[in-house]
């Protein structure tokens, strides 16, 4: 009886979405974990940017990526996580690259991007980025673009499960929270809500909520 409760008690905190036992726990993840994962690895990528670049260029290059990251979240979010497929396969995609976190908002093991999904999205920039800026410039670019990455998961979980006291987390939010409950074809910009603004996707204070309750 007590094993039974437990797994009800987390499953209603963080639904199964894969029958296969390894999948489904490859798609919890703690929060600490791309901190973990990732951290490391913008260190490196400074030190190795350090032996070729001056703190000035590097800062610069840094804030470069960042920048690209910003422009991914929100370009990603709009439409890698919002475009839903036809057919069954392609509901079954949206559910789980991002409809079960609309269903689900607040479960706390699915709020930061596993390795699983983050992995190849790191590996893919690495490579774009290589050819963009070549094999020196790509160190404190991609280290940028993964301290976005960074920012965005930590500030995304703290939004689900935290009540801000700033106000600029606070301001970010209620941007979120109006994509999720008013809106969600508007509001894409998690941690930089500024690109909303500048193209037009910008959640509206005067809209109501949608029959049905939360946006899915």
Request: proline share 8%; charged share 15%.
């Amino acid at each position: 009886m007590h094993d039974q409760v437990s797994e009800i008690g987390e499953l209603s905190a963080s639904p199964r979405i894969f029958d296969n036992n390894l999948l489904d726990r490859l798609s919890r993840v703690h929060p600490v974990v791309p901190v973990l994962v990732y951290a490391p690895a913008t260190l490196v990528l400074l030190f190795l940017a350090g032996r070729h670049l001056s703190g000035a260029a590097i800062a610069l290059w840094l804030a470069a990526g960042y920048l690209i990251w910003t422009l991914t979240e929100y370009w990603g979010h709009r439409y890698a996580f919002h475009t839903e497929f036809p057919g069954r396969l392609g509901a079954r995609l949206h559910f789980l690259i991002h409809g079960v976190h609309h269903v689900h908002p607040s479960d706390p093991l699915r709020l930061v991007m596993p390795p699983l999904l983050s992995g190849p999205i790191m590996l893919a920039a690495f490579a774009l980025l290589s050819l963009a800026f070549g094999p020196v410039l790509v160190l404190p670019v991609m280290a940028g673009f993964i301290l976005g990455y960074l920012a965005y998961d930590m500030l995304h979980f703290h939004m689900h499960n935290r009540m801000p006291r700033l106000a600029v987390t606070r301001m970010l939010r209620r941007h979120h929270m109006l994509h999720h409950f008013r809106d969600s074809t508007r509001g894409f910009g998690v941690s930089a809500p500024w690109w909303d603004h500048v193209f037009g996707t910008a959640p509206g204070l005067d809209i109501r909520p949608a029959a049905g309750g939360p946006a899915a």
